[in-house]
């Protein structure tokens, strides 16, 4: 099994970025906790992360035919990218939509997710836990037959 995980603009600067809402640990944090946990899960796994919305929705495209879920942090796309969502919609491979913050809890604007509707579940508000449980999900059985 192959999950690649997508993130969206300025979670590169996690760590230093607004660390009240995001936590301390960085990029590079966040990225060996999802390599080892998919080396326990016995699954490949890709992490990618792009500031610009048109290398994002390429990516989604190119992982058609490739990888058998995909994990998606949009970030601030989530609440303004209909193309991400065309694109997800497109490709037809199981998504989970992760965010690091509890959005829903924040400004009004974050509580708006174009992305969500093409994807089987939501994960918000768990930090880079929220990661794992998503590869967990992508990961049971009756989510890929």
């Known amino acids: 099994m192959k999950l ?3 993130n969206g603009p300025n979670l590169n600067l996690l760590g230093c970025r607004e660390p009240e809402l995001y936590g301390t640990g960085t990029y590079n944090d966040l990225c060996r906790m999802i390599e080892e946990h998919a080396r326990k899960l016995n699954v490949e796994v890709e992490i990618y992360q ?3 919305e ?3 929705v390429d990516r989604i495209q190119a992982a058609r035919g490739i990888f058998d ?3 998606l942090n949009p970030a601030a796309y989530t609440h303004t ?3 991400l969502l065309d694109a997800l919609l497109a490709v037809r491979l199981p998504a989970v939509e992760v965010h690091i913050s509890q959005v829903d809890e ?3 604007f974050r509580r708006v997710s174009y992305i969500r509707q093409a994807c089987i579940a939501t994960i918000s ?3 880079f836990s929220g990661y794992l449980e998503a590869m ?3 990961t049971k059985p009756e989510v890929q037959s």
Request: hydrophobic share 40%.
């Open 54 to 56: 048109g290398d994002l």
């Open 69 to 71: 879920g995909l994990i």
């Open 125 to 127: 508000g768990h930090g």
């Open 4 to 6: 690649l995980v997508i």
């Open 50 to 52: 792009s500031n610009h």
């Open 81 to 83: 990218s209909i193309a």
């Open 136 to 138: 967990d999900l992508l």
């Open 106 to 108: 924040r400004e009004p």
